[in-house]
């Protein structure tokens, strides 16, 4: 069972690393922060900045304060940087949608500009973004340490993609599931099981995210 807790021992605390010109409003954000409440769980869920290193440079140093064994949580561009956590530290993760390839897929906005509605930071993406996710890529990722969610119709990420490389993990396949994954609020329990957590079913709602 998804939602039953895992044996080993319960996670220290939580990590949730957003996606790509997301932040710490976000619905999952926000959710996660709930969830970890009804917990009495520690969690972090910061603002990244928009630069790929300068954003796994910053959820590096909160892990010191997070306790032996944080349960790290990542979407789209955030699973990626939660992969690389994992792989460092030998954490358990959970992956919503996550950026299989970024380096190829930030290489087709290079040159355009962004502003963050959480933060309302304004910039453009530059070469040094794909060349940054190139060099943090893993050369391998431990599919045992990983609980998957994907959606079957994200628009923005190919899930055959993610399924074959994290192949042999923990996985969920929601049918028409959207990139956004915004019945995040349903698989609560079970990625909290995967930190050795037992959340209740319907415990936290998407309007607890508004």
């Excluded at 590096?60 to 997070?66: F, G, K, R, T, Y």
């Excluded at 349903?186 to 319907?202: E, F, I, Q, T």
Aim: proline letters at 9%; charged letters at 15%.
């Amino acid at each position: 069972m998804l939602t039953a807790p895992l044996a080993a021992a319960p996670a220290s605390s939580l990590l949730y690393l957003h996606g790509f010109n997301s932040g710490y409003g976000s619905p999952k954000a926000v959710l996660m922060r709930a969830a970890c409440a009804e917990l009495a769980l520690p969690c972090e869920t910061p603002q990244l900045p928009h630069r790929p290193a300068a954003a796994l440079e910053m959820a590096e140093a909160l892990l010191v304060s997070l306790g032996p064994r944080p349960l790290l949580v990542g979407s789209s561009m955030g699973g990626f940087l939660v992969t690389c956590l994992a792989e460092r530290h030998g954490l358990p993760a959970v992956l919503i949608n996550p950026a299989v390839r970024p380096a190829r897929l930030v290489a087709e906005w290079i040159g355009e500009a962004f502003v963050n509605e959480h933060s309302g930071e304004r910039f453009v993406v530059e070469a040094a973004h794909r060349e940054e996710l190139a060099a943090l890529a893993p050369r391998r990722v431990t599919p045992e340490r990983y609980l998957l969610l994907l959606g079957t119709a994200d628009e923005t990420l190919d899930p055959a993609d993610a399924f074959a490389l994290y192949r042999g993990a923990r996985t969920v396949l929601h049918p028409g599931g959207d990139h956004v994954f915004g019945m995040l609020e349903h698989y609560l329990p079970a990625v909290l099981a995967h930190g050795g957590y037992r959340l209740a079913p319907g415990r936290v709602t998407a309007v607890a995210s508004r």
